[in-house]
T-cell receptor, first 114, second 115 residues
Framework: AQSVTQLDSHVSVSEGTPVLLRCNYSSSYSPSLFWYVQHPNKGLQLLLK??????LVKGINGFEAEFKKSETSFHLTKPSAHMSDAAEYFC????????????FGSGTRLQVQP | GAGVSQSPRYKVTKRGQDVALRCDPI?????LYWYRQALGQGPEFLTY????????KSGLPNDRFSAERPEGSISTLTIQRTEQRDSAMYRCASSPDGNSNQPQHFGDGTRLSIL
């Protein structure tokens, strides 16, 4: 069964410094991987997705993630944090073919200090 | 264009009552998904539809939970004889088709509180 592990429940950075949110996955098949962001009292918004076309994936708002099969990782990064980046981030895996359901990690809360 | 719409946004009800949560997906989206999100956790899959057919209901926790999508568009998630443990955010998502590498677009959710 597919699963994801988000290694940090909370990350705090200063505005203007790099962001690293860590995610490891487990999947019997070549997975589809996603990062979603959830702002308070809002729905989940897709940041980026990996579907085997390229290992470095660029998303919205300056975020990117690199798929590393040898490390079974899909870490999310951003060169320079902005106050508006403060939110909950979820690493998500979907197995193909098979179940269409998404499996979410437990989330990482990103705090951005002024 | 309109996104996924869920109603009501908030629902407070007494234990033992039945509740019905509605999801209106993005127009033309074939697949519709229901998730439940407990406080401080990521969403957990409940069930999904392609058109009107319920393809997977393995995530429904027990037989008090059911869902339907009779015309392949709007869906209703029904919880009968609610219990306090049913309190959570219920999220609906839709995608253009059933391909699992298609992103799912989420609504803002219905926060259900059982007293």
């Amino acid at each position: 069964a597919q699963s994801v592990t988000q290694l940090d429940s909370h990350v705090s950075v200063s505005e203007g410094t790099p962001v690293l949110l860590r995610c490891n996955y487990s999947s019997s098949y070549s997975p589809s991987l996603f990062w979603y962001v959830q702002h308070p009292n809002k729905g989940l918004q897709l940041l980026l997705k990996y579907t085997s076309a390229a290992t470095l994936v660029k998303g919205i708002n300056g975020f990117e993630a690199e798929f590393k099969k040898s490390e079974t990782s899909f870490h999310l990064t951003k060169p320079s944090a902005h106050m508006s980046d403060a939110a909950e981030y979820f690493c998500v895996v979907s197995r193909y073919p098979g179940r269409r359901a998404l499996t979410f990690g437990s989330g990482t809360r990103l705090q951005v200090q002024p | 264009g309109a996104g996924v719409s869920q109603s009501p946004r908030y629902k407070v009800t007494k234990r033992g009552q039945d509740v019905a949560l509605r999801c209106d997906p993005i127009s033309g989206h074939v697949s519709l998904y229901w998730y439940r999100q407990a406080l401080g956790q990521g969403p957990e899959f409940l069930t999904y539809f392609n058109y009107e057919a319920q393809q997977d209901k393995s995530g429904l926790p027990n037989d008090r939970f059911s869902a339907e999508r009779p015309e392949g568009s709007i869906s209703t998630l029904t919880i009968q004889r609610t219990e306090q443990r049913d309190s959570a955010m219920y999220r609906c998502a839709s995608s253009p088709d059933g391909n699992s590498n298609q992103p799912q677009h989420f609504g803002d959710g219905t926060r259900l509180s059982i007293l």
